[in-house]
């Protein structure tokens, strides 16, 4: 059977009824694997450590088969030093939230292992994947994961192995986006477009964000696509994709 490589973004206690609303969701639907992209301390105002309840579900949930991959640090950026391509990028695809875009390789790394380790700490859960927020990456970012060992990470257009460049699959992200009306526009559109153009692919990768959630109309879209691709597809995390050594 094909694959639906399904995310949930932006996993912190500031999203944590929407978050359970989605988990909810999937459910209903019959999907038990699926991959969470946790934030350790959004926006540098939720820290995991002071909600060890959050931390508990989390740990639950991976108990049943959910996926948990690091998604930055505070997935809060800095246009500072950044060149103009990079203005571009970040202002195209997120509002000041492309953390990992102007780093360099030491502060990459710094922070990496910082995730990993806090988020191993509070929940006894490996952490062996990231993805950068807005999936907005740099040299300097690349550079740092070649030498954090995690063994996988994905761009908006594929996933790959980081320690060895290799690309595990290489197949658009497919997800509906909020910010200005063309912005939401134009995902929505691919949202409709890809399920033609993806039709003949193994691996469709779709990815869901809390503010999804919060928009009835958007909400009711999304599980509407996913209820369709999950007529024909199962539903599967990173790991389960990545070929065995």
Known sequence: MKKLQLTVHDVSPVHAVTLEEIHTALGQMGVVRYSMLVVPDYHGKWPLGEYPEFCDWLKGLADSGVEMVLHGFSHRGSSAGLGMADRIRSALFTRNEGEFLGLDR??????????????????????????????????????????TG????????????????????????????????????????????????????????FAIHPHDFKNESVRKAVLKRLKTLLGTRSSVCFQDIIPVP
Do not use: M
């Open 106 to 147: 030491p502060d990459a790394e710094k922070l990496l292992e910082e995730g990993r380790e806090v988020l191993q700490q509070l929940t006894g859960i490996e952490v062996n994947g990231f993805v950068a927020p807005a999936w907005l990456y740099n040299k300097g970012t690349t550079a740092a994961l070649k030498n």
């Open 150 to 205: 995690f063994s996988f990470t994905e761009s908006r257009w594929r996933i790959w192995d980081p320690r060895t460049g290799q690309t595990i699959l290489r197949v658009p992200i497919v997800n509906y986006a909020g910010g200005i009306p063309l912005k939401r526009f134009l995902a929505a559109l691919w949202v409709s477009l890809s399920g033609k153009a993806l039709a003949g692919s193994e691996t469709v990768r």
